[in-house]
């Protein structure tokens, strides 16, 4: 019961994590060179955070070190090709894939590779979820655009490709995250974040310095300067401060919960609650169509447990 417990409070983490990323989408333009210095920061808020749970001794092995490697390599493209994403086409659509992959990846690498038990409530549970996460899709991308925000063949065609990245890249993070934990020279979940946190940090100032290193790099630097400010510093370090709280607890309860109920859940929980801290922290309008997903993916929810 206790694992289940902490599944809901890394929902909780997920979605303050949603609602700071709000917060920082207002006060920074979003490109390449300001999301790695984001990730960057996130990162080294992340690894500093474990590191004091730990007190300053993180254990080590080469089994771990290689899926922290893993772990901190799809980090990368989840946030550049997020960027790339999001210029070409809908935020709904896009958020749609990520959503999915992170619920049917780990649930089928769970049921095939693992050989978790198959129950009518998962099955109904996975049906009614990928239906309520197109239905937020689908209202999302009927409201109107301006035409700047229309793309033509070739960019939607792009913007799928795209799209398929992130549901394979975001579902990846929770295989991974159970992969590791099967091994028996599998470190502590306290070690193993700090870990991946300091390989992401590297990873993504070792591109930033390349990328800077490149044409215009004035502009980049401009941009770089935007997020330097003590607000926008404040609002990344509670970004990474959720979301890598979230992936401790997450990582804590997957030696302990089938994958195929584990993250569909996480998913759910975080599509139902990110609603919620919309509606009523942002003020914004939700329609009776969105509350109804809303509530079928609580429903859902539920379903997996049995």
């Known amino acids: 019961m206790i694992y289940y417990v902490l599944i809901v409070l890394s929902v ?3 979605s303050a994590q949603f609602a700071f990323t709000k917060l920082y989408e207002r006060s920074a333009k979003q490109t390449t060179v300001t999301s790695l210095a984001m990730l960057i920061v996130m990162a080294l808020v992340g690894a500093a955070l474990f590191l004091c749970i730990g007190k300053f001794q993180i254990r080590f ?3 771990s070190l290689t899926w ?3 772990m901190a390599g799809l980090m990368l493209p989840y946030y550049i090709v997020g960027i790339k994403v999001l210029s070409l086409g809908s935020l709904a ?3 749609t894939f990520m959503m999915l992959g992170g619920m049917l990846v780990p649930f089928f690498y769970g049921i095939v590779f693992l050989h978790e038990s198959v129950s009518t409530g998962k099955i109904l549970g996975c049906v009614l979820l990928t239906a309520c996460i197109v239905m937020q899709a689908y209202i999302q991308n009927a ?3 301006s035409n700047t925000e229309r793309s033509d063949g070739k960019n939607k065609t792009l913007f799928f490709v795209l799209c398929l990245v992130i549901f394979f890249v975001n579902g990846m993070t929770g295989v991974v995250a159970k992969a590791h934990q099967l091994n ?3 470190v502590d979940t306290v070690s193993f974040t700090a870990l991946y946190c300091l390989l992401t940090a590297l990873f993504s100032a070792l591109l930033l310095c390349v990328i800077l290193l490149t044409g215009q790099r004035k502009e980049k630097c401009a941009q770089l300067k935007k997020i330097l400010g003590w607000r926008t510093l404040l609002t990344v370090a509670a970004i990474g401060l959720a979301a890598y709280t979230g992936n401790f607890l997450s990582f804590t309860a997957t030696s302990h919960i089938p994958a195929s109920v584990q993250f569909p859940i996480v ?3 975080t599509i139902v609650l990110s ?3 919309s509606a009523f922290i942002f003020k914004e309008k939700i329609s009776k169509k969105e509350w109804l997903s809303v509530v079928g993916a609580f429903i859902a929810t539920f379903l997996f447990a049995f």
């Open 61 to 63: 092995s080469v089994h």
């Open 275 to 277: 609603a919620i801290v």
């Open 267 to 269: 998913s759910g929980g």
């Open 12 to 14: 909780v983490c997920f």
């Open 184 to 186: 028996a020279a599998a």
């Open 143 to 145: 409201q109107p655009r």
């Open 93 to 95: 659509v896009y958020s």
């Open 68 to 70: 922290a490697t893993v």
